[in-house]
């Protein structure tokens, strides 16, 4: 029997919080999931990429002839007398291939690899895209999942799919918190290397090669892709200058993709969506995700036909540009090549078992380089609301059912006994009762809701906010933290939780909601009660409230990493992107 506990006693719901191991038990890990090929829609249809593979080849061929016969036509021969390649107007490079731009080649190759592999695992966790807000299962326009079933509850959960670890980092099914401490991190060092590039390029003559001065480009590059298409190709000089071509695809690499790629990526964020306003608005999450596929796409482009021109306009040449920074005949550049790619194949092959043997090192190692930019995102205010239109039709479900008899009857009386306790470092320490919560001010609100695994969506909430109830119950001088214990477990037993900072329970979007799209909240949404932090991702808001603790500090609670999926699923603490 339990014994009774005095009211505003959080004791009893700190106990069933579990610890947990600090690497992947593959036997307590969610099982595989196979999914589909990547399938692209056009209008009602859905087309399998591979459909790519043979109309590609089929495409070159036809571009081989076409850009043979092109070259038989006086007018075309003229064009390409006219335009051989390289513009009039590209300056000479003097400096040939420094050190550091040859050092930087290798370190952004490096990097890419492992933002690359991460980022496909992070998309394989909500394995769909849209082009709007709300996520509405049938409207992405680009997937490598099957149609979400309707004869049963299918959460986001259900939905992740299972990647090799040669594929992603570090392969499995919904590892997206160690793959995000791989991405974020590795992002960190590619930027630097990046913005490092940019100022070395344009303090050096080396901006001349990747920057077109004149429209003059366009010709040149359309003379390069016939002189290359017919595989008669243009005169080679690389070593001071670049042909159109080359200047078009390595200027969009290099002054658009990448920072696309970034200005998306945090685009994704709660905390930055929310500020932003307007264009967080209008470039919504689901947009820039998708904008940062597409560059994605670009990158992937780009890299395999960099490397496929690398190796049929030049091995040799090519690799003592680049590797040993000499332009002659000789063998010197070739072995630093092989050696670099023997670098990057056995860190690839790496990555993934090390991941999931250290994947609490991992987590650590990602919070210490990454962790102080979330912190400073936490010092957004986000305050965005949408309106009654922006409502989505669709909000995916998420987590661990409530799965216990008592729970049950609760439901069936309509949550009569239901009570919210809340204690800790707090003068009143109480029990509410629903109909006591809802006596209390009400608050509505339309937000957008950021899931950790890609996915969002509109809905008005209303609820008691919680600076109502931290009015009535007091925090003490020393609370740092409020927890939120669920009455449901999490995935992996014990029970839910999650820690949030003071400050976001000050917030004014801050509410204990009991009622979505102006209907009592459902079960499988979080009823009785679910926390709104618009701040933070999804899985900081507990649904299915049992009790708020305030405390001091979080080390001594479960796996002591500040929640459950950050115990669990190796998110760790601040994750407000
Ligand atoms: N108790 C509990 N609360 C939880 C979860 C859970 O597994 N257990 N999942 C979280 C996650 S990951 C998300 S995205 C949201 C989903 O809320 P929704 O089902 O209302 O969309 O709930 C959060 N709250
Ligand atoms: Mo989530």
Not at 118 to 146: M, N, S, V
């Amino acid at each position: 029997m339990d014994k009774p506990t005095e009211p505003g006693s959080t004791d009893k719901f700190r106990a069933d919080l579990q610890s947990t191991d600090d690497r992947v038990r593959l036997n307590h890990w969610l099982p595989p999931r196979e999914g589909i090929l990547p399938h692209i829609r056009i209008g009602a249809r859905w087309f399998n990429v591979m459909w790519f593979l043979p109309i590609a080849a089929f495409g070159l061929m036809v571009a081989v002839a076409a850009a043979q016969a092109l070259r038989e036509l006086p007018s075309v021969q003229a064009f390409i007398e006219l335009h051989p390649g390289i513009a009039q107007s590209a300056p000479s490079v003097e400096s040939g291939f420094p050190w550091w731009l040859r050092l930087q080649h290798f370190v952004n190759m490096f990097f890419m690899m492992f933002i690359i592999r991460a980022g496909i695992q992070i998309l394989a966790d909500h394995p769909r895209l849209y082009w709007h807000r709300d996520c509405t299962p049938g409207t992405e326009w680009f997937r490598f999942q099957k149609d979400v079933p309707t004869d049963r509850i299918w959460t986001a959960k259900d939905d992740a799919v299972t990647l090799p670890g040669w594929l992603g980092i570090p392969g499995l099914r919904h590892t997206l918190g160690l793959s995000r401490w791989w991405h974020f991190s590795a992002n960190l060092l590619w930027t630097i290397n990046g913005i490092l590039f940019y100022v070395l390029l344009f303090a050096t003559d080396q901006w001349q090669r990747i920057v077109p001065l004149t429209s003059e480009v366009f010709p040149a590059a359309i003379s390069t892709a016939i002189q290359y298409a017919s595989l008669n190709f243009p005169v080679d000089e690389g070593w001071t200058r670049y042909n159109g071509l080359q200047q078009l695809t390595y200027f969009i690499t290099v002054f658009i993709a990448a920072p696309v790629s970034i200005i998306t990526g945090f685009m994704q964020g709660p905390a930055i969506s929310n500020r932003l306003g307007w264009l967080g608005r209008v470039l919504d999450r689901q947009k820039a995700r998708s904008i940062h596929f597409v560059s994605f796409l670009w990158f992937v482009f780009f890299i395999s036909a960099h490397g496929v021109m690398v190796f049929v306009t030049g091995l040799r040449q090519n690799t003592n540009h680049m590797f040993a920074g000499v332009d002659d005949e000789s063998w010197s550049g070739f072995p630093f090549f092989a050696m670099a790619m023997a670098v990057i194949v056995v860190a690839w092959l790496w990555v993934s078992p090390f991941t999931l043997r250290n994947a609490r090192l991992v987590q650590r190692t990602g919070q210490f380089m990454v962790g102080w930019i979330k912190g400073l995102i936490e010092w957004f205010d986000p305050r965005s609301q949408l309106t009654e239109k922006d409502i989505s039709p669709y909000l995916w479900p998420n987590g661990t059912m409530p799965n216990s008899s008592e729970f049950d009857s609760m439901v069936a009386e309509n949550f009569e006994s239901y009570r919210l306790t809340v204690g800790g470092l707090v003068e009143h320490a109480q029990d509410f009762s629903l109909q006591e919560i809802k006596a209390l001010p009400r608050q509505e609100q339309i937000t957008t809701h950021f899931c950790i695994q890609g996915w969002s969506g509109v809905a008005k909430w209303a609820g008691v906010p919680m600076r109502e109830i931290m009015t009535i119950v007091k925090p003490k001088q020393e609370a740092r933290y409020a927890v939120f214990y669920s009455i449901a477990e999490g995935g992996d037993g014990g029970r839910y939780y999650d820690v949030h900072k003071m400050d976001n329970m000050r917030h004014e979007l801050t509410i204990l909601a009991y009622a979505m799209n102006d209907t009592p909240l459902t079960v499988l949404h979080g009823a009785p009660l679910r926390l709104r932090c618009e701040n933070e991702l999804g899985f900081k808001m507990v649904k299915w409230i049992a009790a708020i603790e305030f405390v001091e500090d979080f080390k001594h609670l479960g796996a002591g990493q500040g929640g459950y999926n950050e115990d669990h699923e190796f998110y760790g603490y601040r994750m407000p992107i």
